[in-house]
């Protein structure tokens, strides 16, 4: 999928959720990414408040 019609279909998706400090309520997920958790010392993201591009493998 194109990077722009990602973006489109994540603001779409995460837009009900939006708050009146332009994040978006808290939508944390299980993730097994070695990686991410290895770099943020936890197995949970938050994916309502992340770009696609920074999501865990897992979840792209």
Known sequence: MPVSRVRV??????????????????????????????????DTVDIANMEHRDLPKDWQ
């Open 9 to 42: 279909t994540e603001h779409t998706r995460r837009a009900p959720r939006l708050l009146r400090d332009g994040s978006h309520e808290p939508g944390p997920k299980p993730t097994i990414a070695p990686d991410w958790i290895a770099a943020t010392g936890t």
